[in-house]
Nanobody
Framework: QVQLVESGGGLVQPGGSLRLSCAYP????????IGWVRQAPGKEREVVSC????????YYADSVKGRFTVSRDNARNTVYLQMNSLKPEDTADYYC??????????????????WGQGTQVTVSS
């Protein structure tokens, strides 16, 4: 069974930073992409970043490029999303998602099969 557990959300002032973690203990998929998907109230889900396990290739949405960094710790089966220079428009529920796929970085939320429970990020003064 695939389990994804997010942590690290919270309230931060504009310009601040947060680091989200996505733990996936006991993952047995041989190849996969882990994505970070956010959904703000009244808006559609947006894949903001993702990383593939075989070559660490990454994707960033234009809205977060240069501010967010995705990384992976193999030993801990954990993916991180470092979010810097946060803006009020980054406020959303952030979800960790996964899909078994070879060397492909899905950029649409519907492409992901497994989902965590989400963590809330609020950027406000």
């Amino acid at each position: 069974q695939v389990q994804l557990v997010e942590s690290g959300g919270g309230l931060v002032q504009p310009g601040g930073s947060l680091r989200l973690s996505c733990a996936y203990p006991g993952f047995t998929l041989p190849y996969y992409t882990i994505g970070w998907v956010r959904q703000a109230p009244g808006k559609e889900r947006e894949v903001v970043s993702c990383i593939h396990n075989t070559d660490d290739s990454t994707y960033y949405a234009d809205s977060v490029k240069g501010r967010f960094t995705v990384s992976r710790d193999n030993a801990r089966n954990t993916v991180y999303l470092q979010m810097n220079s946060l803006k009020p428009e980054d406020t959303a529920d952030y979800y960790c998602a996964a899909v078994q796929v070879r060397l492909y970085l899905p950029t649409d939320a519907w492409e992901y099969d497994y989902w965590g429970q989400g963590t809330q990020v609020t950027v406000s003064s």
